[in-house]
């Protein structure tokens, strides 16, 4: 089931995350989209691996909900094509099922 932004927006505000008024959220909303541990995530961002953000200032990053959305279908699109499934859960994580 793929969701919109909206909907992707609306679950982050139900479980307490905070998303900006241009559809953006911090490292731990982003965390919550991509279903990986904050840490995971900074590792990722410094291999240059992780989902595109924008740095506002050292430290501070937010993650625009669609470019996370578009870089999480292309992880589950080449896992796909390399004989992995990954799936995009209701809470919107994902889990590694392969």
Do not use: F
Request: net charge positive; glycine share 12%; charged share 20%.
């Amino acid at each position: 089931m793929a969701l919109s932004v909206e909907q992707v927006e609306e679950r982050l505000k139900a479980g307490g995350h905070r998303v900006t008024i241009g559809q953006c959220t911090d490292i731990k909303g982003c965390a919550a989209i991509v279903g990986c541990s904050v840490r995971t995530l900074r590792a990722w961002n410094a291999a240059g691996d992780g989902p595109p953000c924008l740095e506002l200032s050292a430290g501070l990053k937010l993650y625009p909900l669609a470019a996370v959305m578009g870089w999480l279908a292309g992880r589950v699109a080449a896992a796909s094509a390399n004989g992995r499934a990954l799936q995009i859960t209701a809470d919107c994580g994902k889990r590694d099922v392969a």
